[in-house]
């Protein structure tokens, strides 16, 4: 993009709202799988998020996370369920998202890290029993599904 006669390094969630989101990945004893951004991650390092990501320009936002989590943790979901979206301003890394959050569970594949550059563990975790550091959005996305604040799809 061209501002005048300079060009704009656009970065979404810096220069521009960044669009993503991520799935709720649930088991059959109701535990869900986190990430956990590692040092080289854009934001919130060393925080434990749901799988997701950004949206690329043309893609619908259910597509957009089926891809993002197989090249993130190498599994095909069964999407069943849409939570509320969420805001996140990280003032810290001067970022602005609206995120997607969608429920799933893992239809085919074993659930592991993809792209270590970028996370450092994956876990399952009791939904009674979560890591301190939860992303803002995965901290969302988890308070409004134990609230039954989803749409069953």
Known sequence: MEKGNKKCECKAGKTHIGVGGGVLILNEKN????IRR??????EVGYWNKPGGALDYGEKA???MKREIL?????RLDIWGYLPHADSIMKKDGQHWVGF????SIKSGTARIMEPHK???IQ?????KLPRKLSSMTREAIKNYLEKKYIKL
């Open 101 to 104: 959050n969608y429920l799933g």
């Open 31 to 34: 535990e869900t799988l986190l």
């Open 71 to 75: 090249e993130e943790i190498g599994v």
């Open 124 to 128: 399952w975790f009791s939904l009674k």
């Open 62 to 64: 259910m597509a957009a």
């Open 38 to 43: 590692s040092n080289n991650s854009k934001n």
């Open 119 to 121: 996370f450092d563990d």
